[in-house]
């Protein structure tokens, strides 16, 4: 091994030339691969084709219609909808958003099917009609029809008649042509419209749609406002840290080249980008660094003690290469576990992050060292005051090592039993911030009406036409009132209301007839009578499938999180059990999928952090050499994240999709400073024959400087990660940053004590 590093360090320096010149055109057309990259912005991109609750919820929609949909809440700022106004702006919002591309359905108090009787036919007719000509009396009548409604109470209207919504579904096509963007362009030109046409009325906008273009929105924003934070801020720590210009500009070329190269093979790989992978750059970036500034370090550290220029670039590659070649292979094999996940785009994230750590580790072993020594660098005697700030502390640790080893236990046994706080929850609208108006739009929908959770029940009679068996009704319609007396239930859309309706119309609107048919050939044509009358659009198709055996049963709630919605959608599936178990079914829908997607990922990244555990236990004692060492560095590598979900606990309790990937995310994170204290102190014993305490000693001023310095660049990238305004992302950067503190506070003060502990009697 010794002389293969000998052999590496002296090819380098050597045909440095050479070197640069091939790992140059290596970066850019590695680079070339990045127009190939495409960008997703579809909310279903974070469930695999596997995926139980995805294949039943395209099942659903083949069933019925595949729609997404576009969402308008109209609040009159008078607090009443039902004025000449208000009114003439649902009737106008309704008959310009057939003009949206891909609509398919509108619904609204404008045009809502009423149902009266008048002699011996049924009247099926729109609520609205010019509303400015409306005399108040005529608003009455609308106002209490609304108002007592089940269909339109909470879904399209407020039980104060304060708020009313206006849905626009829209059908994909099946050609490819779909562009969620022309869509979501189209219906802000028209929220923009209505605010112009009536300023006394306040317009949210919200829906499916909106919500995907949010996702694409999502990394722009990311990237624009984060990687120049982040950029700057790791040029500042460069700077200070190495106090080179040129050994800035070098380390800043093979992080941009790191980059660049994992964003390019991502596109020549084939893999899409989503606002979950779009952070790879910043994660890249920041973790490109810590290569490059071990070996920098090592290299002014070599020259001031009387080494030529080459000759200390020649040891800084003799000293480094082996430990850094174990840090980037264990962060990528910590990365390349991502692929355990259920959710394609950490899968994503993790290939892209190991494709970027491998090539860092590239240039930084040849790139690097070979423009070094072609380029004229110098070095100063101020840069030698760390080593005596790391001096003095690797002095007070020796002299106060007990003390501060049991601190240290007391630190990770109180910060790990946060972990008994920790839940399962996740809230797919609170993914965004409020920086994004459909979020505060959602916020506002689910505070006044249904909120856009919810579950779908695919109720299947067994038999052609069964929908109008009255024993299926009266079940179905149970079944509904049960979900309306749920606590958490907003709103539940079923056709046994309409039944009921058509009822009481068939019986000259005789209230004591608001019931279902009692007969079969009755409900069927009810039912065939009213669906004559609909409208274009308005049609019972995605309530109804084909042959009439199956109805779909919605039920919507505000945000309860995925804890609330699996819950409720399991005391539903209980209740069919009890009460007709030839109905019984799992509950479906977007909600449903997301709800589960959660527990779906930890369950198999606990896996993936288990594989990655071995790995790289297995590459530690490999590459140490030493079993009692390669052991016991297992400590400070899996105890951060073990801190870091217990603070998580103390601080938010709530645990979701994101730092669902944490452990196996950050474990080859964090083994970066372990692994070289470790090869440092080794190296001390072994080459130098020293005691544990110098050993130490020596750990610290060889490389307590670089560990600090790639420590605050980790935690500054990660950081500035944390401010961005999607969740996912927001909380990976949080967890990681935590985790990352930890983690020098151990490998500082928990490493040391424990290795004097250990060997003091060697």
Same mark, same amino acid.
């Given at each position: 091994?010794?002389?293969?590093?000998?052999?590496?360090?002296?090819?380098?320096?050597?045909?440095?030339?050479?070197?640069?010149?091939?790992?140059?055109?290596?970066?850019?057309?590695?680079? #070339?691969?990045? #127009?190939?990259?495409?960008?997703?912005?579809?909310?279903?991109?974070?469930?695999?084709?596997?995926?139980?609750?995805?294949?039943?919820?395209?099942?659903?929609?083949?069933?019925?219609?595949?729609?997404?949909?576009?969402?308008?809440?109209?609040?009159?700022?008078?607090?009443?909808?039902?004025?000449?106004?208000?009114?003439?702006?649902?009737?106008?919002?309704?008959?310009?958003?057939?003009?949206?591309?891909?609509?398919?359905?509108?619904?609204?108090?404008?045009?809502?099917?009423?149902?009266?009787?008048?002699?011996?036919?049924?009247?099926?007719?729109?609520?609205?009609?010019?509303?400015?000509?409306?005399?108040?009396?005529?608003?009455?009548?609308?106002?209490?029809?609304?108002?007592?409604?089940?269909?339109?109470?909470?879904?399209?209207?407020?039980?104060?008649?304060?708020?009313?919504?206006?849905?626009?579904?829209?059908?994909?096509?099946?050609?490819?042509?779909?562009?969620?963007? !022309?869509?979501?362009?189209?219906?802000?030109?028209?929220?923009?419209?209505?605010?112009?046409?009536?300023?006394?009325i306040d317009i949210y906008l919200t829906g499916g749609v909106m919500i995907d273009a949010a996702f694409g929105e999502a990394p722009v924003k990311d990237m624009k406002a984060l990687i120049p934070v982040m950029f700057t801020l790791l040029l500042f720590l460069i700077v200070v840290s190495l106090r080179s210009v040129m050994a800035t500009a070098i380390t800043l070329l093979v992080i941009i080249f790191s980059t660049i190269t994992g964003l390019g093979l991502a596109g020549w790989t084939g893999i899409i980008l989503t606002p979950a992978s779009?952070?790879?750059?910043?994660?890249?970036?920041?973790?490109?660094?810590?290569? #490059?500034?071990?070996?920098?370090?090592?290299?002014?550290?070599?020259?001031?003690?009387?080494?030529?220029?080459?000759?200390?670039?020649?040891?800084?590659?003799?000293?480094?290469?082996?430990?850094?070649?174990?840090?980037?292979?264990?962060?990528?094999?910590?990365?390349?576990?991502?692929?355990?996940?259920?959710?394609?785009?950490?899968?994503?994230?993790?290939?892209?992050?190991?494709?970027?750590?491998?090539?860092?580790?590239?240039?930084?072993?040849?790139?690097?060292?070979?423009?070094?020594?072609?380029?004229?660098?110098?070095?100063?005697?101020?840069?030698?005051?760390?080593?005596?700030?790391?001096?003095?502390?690797?002095?007070?640790?020796?002299?106060?090592?007990?003390?501060?080893?049991?601190?240290?236990?007391?630190?990770?046994?109180?910060?790990?039993?946060?972990? #008994?706080?920790?839940?399962?929850?996740?809230?797919?609208?609170? !993914?965004?911030?409020?920086?994004?108006?459909?979020?505060?739009?959602?916020?506002?929908?689910?505070?006044?009406?249904?909120?856009?959770?919810?579950?779908?029940?695919?109720?299947?009679?067994?038999?052609?036409?069964?929908?109008?068996?009255?024993?299926?009704?009266?079940?179905?319609?149970?079944?509904?009132?049960?979900?309306?007396?749920?606590?958490?239930?907003?709103?539940v859309y079923t056709i046994t209301d309409i039944m009921k309706r058509l009822n009481k119309n068939m019986h000259n609107d005789d209230p004591l007839y608001y019931r279902l048919p009692e007969q079969r050939d009755l409900a069927a044509q009810y039912l065939l009578l009213y669906e004559m009358n609909l409208p274009f659009g308005l049609d019972l198709n995605n309530r109804i499938n084909i042959d009439k055996s199956a109805i779909r049963l919605t039920v919507s709630t505000p945000n309860i999180g995925t804890s609330g919605i699996l819950d409720l959608?399991?005391?539903?599936?209980?209740?069919?059990?009890?009460?007709?178990?030839?109905?019984?079914?799992?509950?479906?829908?977007?909600?449903?999928?997301?709800?589960?997607?959660?527990?779906?990922?930890?369950?198999?990244?606990?896996?993936?952090?288990?594989?990655?555990?071995?790995?790289?236990?297995?590459?530690?004692?490999?590459?140490?050499?030493?079993?009692?060492?390669?052991?016991?560095?297992?400590?400070?590598?899996?105890?951060?994240?073990?801190?870091?979900?217990?603070?998580?606990?103390?601080?938010?309790?709530?645990?979701?999709?994101?730092?669902?990937?944490?452990?196996?995310?950050?474990?080859?994170?964090?083994?970066?400073?372990?692994?070289?204290?470790?090869?440092? !102190?080794?190296?001390?014993?072994?080459?130098?024959?020293?005691?544990?305490?110098?050993?130490?000693?020596?750990?610290?001023?060889?490389?307590?400087?670089?560990?600090?310095?790639?420590?605050?660049?980790?935690?500054?990238?990660?950081?500035?990660?944390?401010?961005?305004?999607?969740?996912?992302?927001?909380?990976?950067?949080?967890?990681?940053?935590?985790?990352?503190?930890?983690?020098?506070?151990?490998?500082?003060?928990?490493?040391?004590?424990?290795?004097?502990?250990?060997?003091?009697?060697?």
């Amino acid at each position: 091994m010794q002389r293969l590093k000998n052999l590496v360090a002296e090819i380098v320096v050597q045909y440095r030339w050479l070197f640069v010149i091939v790992f140059v055109c290596v970066a850019l057309l590695s680079a #070339s691969g990045m #127009s190939r990259l495409v960008f997703s912005n579809n909310s279903r991109m974070f469930f695999s084709k596997e995926n139980p609750q995805l294949q039943a919820l395209e099942a659903l929609e083949k069933t019925y219609t595949k729609v997404e949909n576009v969402l308008f809440i109209l609040a009159p700022k008078s607090g009443n909808v039902f004025e000449n106004e208000p009114l003439a702006a649902i009737e106008f919002l309704t008959e310009q958003a057939w003009q949206l591309p891909y609509s398919s359905r509108i619904d609204s108090l404008s045009n809502y099917q009423h149902t009266k009787a008048s002699d011996d036919d049924l009247v099926v007719a729109d609520l609205i009609s010019d509303a400015e000509a409306l005399s108040q009396e005529e608003i009455a009548d609308i106002r209490k029809i609304a108002l007592h409604q089940p269909m339109l109470l909470h879904s399209l209207i407020d039980p104060d008649g304060s708020v009313t919504a206006v849905n626009i579904n829209i059908i994909k096509p099946d050609d490819g042509s779909y562009n969620i963007d !022309y869509i979501s362009n189209a219906a802000l030109q028209l929220q923009q419209l209505m605010e112009d046409k009536y300023p006394a009325i306040d317009i949210y906008l919200t829906g499916g749609v909106m919500i995907d273009a949010a996702f694409g929105e999502a990394p722009v924003k990311d990237m624009k406002a984060l990687i120049p934070v982040m950029f700057t801020l790791l040029l500042f720590l460069i700077v200070v840290s190495l106090r080179s210009v040129m050994a800035t500009a070098i380390t800043l070329l093979v992080i941009i080249f790191s980059t660049i190269t994992g964003l390019g093979l991502a596109g020549w790989t084939g893999i899409i980008l989503t606002p979950a992978s779009a952070n790879a750059p910043i994660i890249i970036l920041t973790l490109a660094v810590a290569d #490059s500034i071990h070996i920098l370090v090592s290299v002014f550290y070599q020259m001031r003690t009387g080494l030529s220029k080459n000759d200390a670039i020649r040891e800084s590659l003799r000293i480094n290469i082996k430990p850094v070649i174990i840090t980037s292979v264990s962060t990528a094999v910590g990365f390349l576990t991502m692929n355990f996940s259920d959710a394609p785009p950490f899968r994503d994230l993790g290939n892209i992050v190991a494709m970027g750590v491998i090539a860092a580790l590239l240039y930084s072993i040849f790139f690097m060292p070979a423009l070094l020594a072609i380029l004229p660098v110098r070095t100063t005697k101020s840069q030698s005051s760390p080593n005596k700030i790391f001096s003095i502390l690797a002095d007070f640790i020796i002299t106060h090592r007990n003390p501060i080893f049991w601190s240290m236990i007391v630190l990770i046994l109180v910060t790990s039993s946060g972990l #008994s706080k920790i839940h399962l929850n996740d809230e797919f609208i609170k !993914y965004f911030d409020n920086s994004y108006p459909f979020r505060v739009a959602s916020d506002f929908s689910a505070e006044h009406l249904a909120g856009l959770e919810i579950i779908d029940w695919n109720l299947d009679s067994g038999e052609e036409g069964g929908i109008n068996d009255p024993k299926f009704l009266q079940t179905v319609d149970a079944f509904a009132t049960w979900f309306r007396n749920q606590p958490e239930v907003r709103h539940v859309y079923t056709i046994t209301d309409i039944m009921k309706r058509l009822n009481k119309n068939m019986h000259n609107d005789d209230p004591l007839y608001y019931r279902l048919p009692e007969q079969r050939d009755l409900a069927a044509q009810y039912l065939l009578l009213y669906e004559m009358n609909l409208p274009f659009g308005l049609d019972l198709n995605n309530r109804i499938n084909i042959d009439k055996s199956a109805i779909r049963l919605t039920v919507s709630t505000p945000n309860i999180g995925t804890s609330g919605i699996l819950d409720l959608e399991r005391r539903g599936r209980e209740w069919l059990m009890l009460h007709s178990p030839e109905l019984t079914t799992y509950g479906s829908g977007l909600s449903i999928t997301f709800a589960y997607i959660s527990k779906r990922n930890i369950n198999y990244m606990l896996k993936g952090s288990i594989v990655a555990l071995l790995l790289i236990s297995f590459i530690m004692i490999f590459a140490l050499k030493d079993l009692k060492l390669g052991l016991l560095s297992l400590v400070p590598n899996l105890t951060p994240a073990l801190m870091a979900f217990g603070t998580w606990g103390f601080l938010v309790g709530q645990v979701g999709l994101a730092v669902s990937v944490m452990i196996a995310m950050t474990l080859g994170i964090v083994v970066d400073d372990t692994v070289h204290f470790l090869a440092k !102190y080794q190296r001390a014993r072994n080459v130098h024959g020293m005691n544990s305490e110098d050993a130490v000693r020596y750990a610290f001023n060889t490389v307590g400087s670089a560990i600090w310095v790639t420590t605050l660049a980790l935690v500054g990238g990660f950081g500035v990660l944390s401010f961005s305004g999607f969740q996912i992302n927001s909380h990976m950067g949080a967890m990681t940053t935590i985790t990352i503190i930890y983690a020098l506070i151990l490998d500082f003060f928990f490493l040391p004590t424990l290795l004097l502990k250990l060997e003091s009697s060697k």
